[in-house]
């Protein structure tokens, strides 16, 4: 009697098939919901989804190039700065500003990251601390932006997004929604592609990575100047929503990098999942709990550390590990079938 086993790779499985057509739904309803949504309701969803933009950025800096960043309020507050200067000197349309304030983040993260990435450790983190408060006191400076007071965006760009308030608030509503989708597939479409799977090797052991003639540097870099861009970009239109801007308000260490940080940790760090998670979790202890003042900060720090203590990889880690979900498959998995028996 002799056996055969037969085999076959495969990527997704029947909860990601799953995943993609609830995506599919959820997208079509959030797309539709100035239909459905109150004016307060659309706004909340509109922050939810910058912070799940800037959430999976950190998360693809961090979590898988192994860059953990501080500093990146220094790409929120020049994207929103660039708005500013942009509409105002450069009578650029508002939503055209906001794209090329993105390409400018990606440009000026160059030289930054020339810089610091001769930095290891606990010297980079600190490293784009600094970089993000020269930024600020940099942009506190020009008086035609407002100095260190900052300045509001003119009536005329305002109206000039769309023709009455309503639009505009719809306008912006959809502009957020379509950048969360944009960094999302940017994210995934990155980790799936050769550049993943080197990301996932550098994470994993950068000794190793090297000795298989993966380029460290190289990837890291990409990674940082694609995440800088995208994050100015997410900037920019944080402040088209604010219609202010200051230097203490755009390059805020506590509202673009702490609270992201928060996001990732519970969430689950790694995962294109966790900031999913996390984003959904951090805005449901703030809608419950942002009336306690201090007491709000204080739960947000114990529920991190019990996050962390009782599941380092996060709530999806969690998650994962018991049931072995994976929403956004990356990596291939082998199913065997059964052997044909002869006799």
């Known amino acids: 009697m002799s056996s055969m086993q037969d085999h076959t790779v495969v990527r997704s499985s029947r909860a990601s098939r799953f995943a993609a057509l609830a995506g599919i739904a959820i997208l079509i309803l959030l797309i539709a919901a100035p239909l459905w949504a109150g004016r307060a309701d659309m706004r909340l969803l509109g922050e939810l989804f910058l912070y799940l933009a800037l959430a999976s950025l950190w998360n693809l800096l961090a979590g898988y190039a192994g860059l953990v960043s501080v500093g990146q309020q220094a790409f929120v507050g020049f994207g929103g700065y660039l708005l500013f200067a942009l509409t105002i000197f450069g009578g650029l349309h508002p939503v055209l500003a906001i794209g090329v304030a993105g390409l400018l983040g990606a ?59 309503t639009m505009r608030e719809w306008t ?95 969430g689950g760090i790694g995962t294109i999942e966790g900031p999913i998670i996390g984003t959904l979790v951090y805005f449901a202890l703030r809608e419950f709990l942002s009336d306690l003042g201090t007491i709000y900060l204080i739960v947000l720090g114990v529920v991190a550390i019990l996050i962390m203590l009782k599941a380092p990889k996060g709530l999806w880690g969690l998650i994962r590990e018991r049931w072995g979900i994976e929403l956004f498959p990356l990596s291939h998995r082998v199913i065997y079938s059964k052997p044909d028996k002869e006799k």
């Open 172 to 266: 912006s509503y959809w502009m957020a929604l379509g950048l969360v989708v944009l960094v999302l597939a940017v994210v995934y479409l990155f980790l799936r592609s050769r550049r993943g799977l080197a990301l996932t090797a550098i994470r994993d052991n950068e000794l190793a990575a090297s000795s298989l003639g993966i380029d460290i540097w190289k990837t890291q870099f990409q990674v940082y100047v694609v995440t800088a861009g995208l994050t100015a970009l997410t900037g920019g239109l944080i402040f088209l929503q604010k219609l202010r801007i200051s230097p203490d308000a755009a390059f805020s260490v506590n509202d673009w990098t702490a609270f992201v940080i928060f996001i990732v940790v519970i």
């Open 107 to 165: 440009a000026i993260a160059v030289p930054v990251a020339l810089l610091i990435f001769r930095l290891r450790g606990a010297y980079f983190a600190i490293g784009t601390w600094v970089v993000a408060e020269v930024f600020r006191l940099t942009f506190a400076q020009i008086s035609v932006l407002g100095g260190g007071s900052g300045s509001s965006l003119p009536v005329s760009i305002v109206k000039s997004v769309a023709a009455n308030r």
